[in-house]
């Protein structure tokens, strides 16, 4: 049996239903309506304003204290009325200004393993002729980004956004809304932009999975050394050179003081292999690889990387051999 309640419920649903509506509809049909290129400068054709809640409010009180003071002729509280209505305009040219001029010059993030958060940074620029505070960023009606404050001091600003990642490859951002109530709280000023800046998301490592292979590459690597064991060549003596690395008999033989470079060996190079992996699937491939190039770069190994249908990335290792290697598996098709 329903309770007395219950109508009242569905109606406070179906409200918050259409006003969700109307929002989306409006979301959709503000400028822009598909991605741009940066940077983007907001003019007074981008630039949306509407009263807040508050300011509804505000205006419902104006208007009652001036049909009040029509009614028993009073000078005085119409013209606190009229004042608090300017003032309220005032406010709404003010908010809009905030915004006028702003510029988003660059949206730029980390590349992350897909399932955690990623950092988006918007860089946006501004003319320093006045301050600009409590602006705030985000993706407006969706509401699946925390949203982020940026304040303009000098007419440069950074706000960092959070973005949930859940599949490898590229993420396109979302329409993003820079918004402020600025300064009474009277009315909202907003505008979009949607960058057409595709963020890389690197495919996530397997949670527990098989060591790293042992190198199994065709030569050894070597490096040069002090301590190393075997000697790599001779070098002519550099001040600072400690006086046991200085070959003496060949110095004397050439008159001039010569110094041994030794060389270190460092192992094979690993090998991951694409084709090596029977027996799993392309997504369990991506991760176990993806987990192996952390792996070898954690441990200092040269290691390179074969995937069906391209050339084998390597041998190298640091952060852009690991970057080239994990966007590679981040690219491949979906299986």
């Known amino acids: 049996m329903a309770g007395p309640d219950e109508p009242e419920r569905a109606g406070v649903a179906a409200a918050g239903r259409l006003w969700r509506h109307w929002r989306l509809r409006m979301h959709a049909w503000t400028r822009p309506r598909q991605p741009e290129t940066l940077p ?6 981008r630039i949306y304003v509407l009263p807040t809640g508050f300011g509804a409010f505000y205006a ?19 013209l606190l009325a009229l004042l608090l209505g300017g003032a309220g305009l005032a406010s709404l040219i003010a ?6 001029g702003l510029g988003i010059v660059a949206v730029d993030a980390e590349p992350v393993p897909a399932g955690s958060a990623m950092r988006v940074r918007v860089h946006v620029r ?6 600009r505070r409590g602006l705030r960023v985000d993706d407006g009606v969706a509401a699946q ?3 982020a404050q940026l304040d303009l001091e000098q007419g440069a600003g950074e706000a960092e956004l959070r973005i949930a990642t859940h599949y490898r490859g590229w993420l396109d951002l979302p329409k993003l809304r820079v918004s402020t109530t600025r300064p009474l709280g009277l009315a909202r000023a907003w505008s979009h932009v949607w960058p057409q800046t595709p963020l890389l998301v690197y495919p996530a490592p397997e949670a527990h ?14 490096r040069v050394h002090p301590s190393g064991d075997d000697v790599h060549h001779l070098r002519s003596y550099r001040p600072g050179d400690a006086r046991r690395a200085i070959a003496w008999k060949h110095s004397a033989r050439r ?9 270190q060996p460092l192992g094979a190079d690993v090998e991951l292999d694409w084709q090596r992996l029977h027996g799993l699937g392309q997504e369990a491939r991506i991760a176990r690889l993806a987990r192996w190039v952390d792996e070898a770069e954690r441990d200092g190994c040269r290691y390179r990387l074969s995937l069906p249908g391209q050339p084998a990335l390597g041998p190298g290792n640091g952060a852009a051999h ?4 994990l966007r590679a598996l981040a690219l491949l098709p979906h299986g």
């Open 126 to 131: 501004a003319p320093a002729d006045r301050v």
């Open 255 to 263: 008159d001039t003081l010569l110094v041994r470079e030794y060389e």
């Open 322 to 325: 690991r970057h080239a290697c």
């Open 145 to 147: 980004i925390e949203p």
């Open 95 to 100: 908010a809009q200004l905030q915004l006028s």
């Open 60 to 78: 419902a009180l104006l208007a009652a204290m001036i049909l009040g003071a029509l009614n028993y002729n009073n000078n005085p509280a119409f």
């Open 209 to 222: 999975g098989p060591p790293l292979p042992v190198g199994g590459g065709d030569q050894t690597v070597t």
């Open 40 to 45: 983007v400068r907001f003019d007074r054709r």
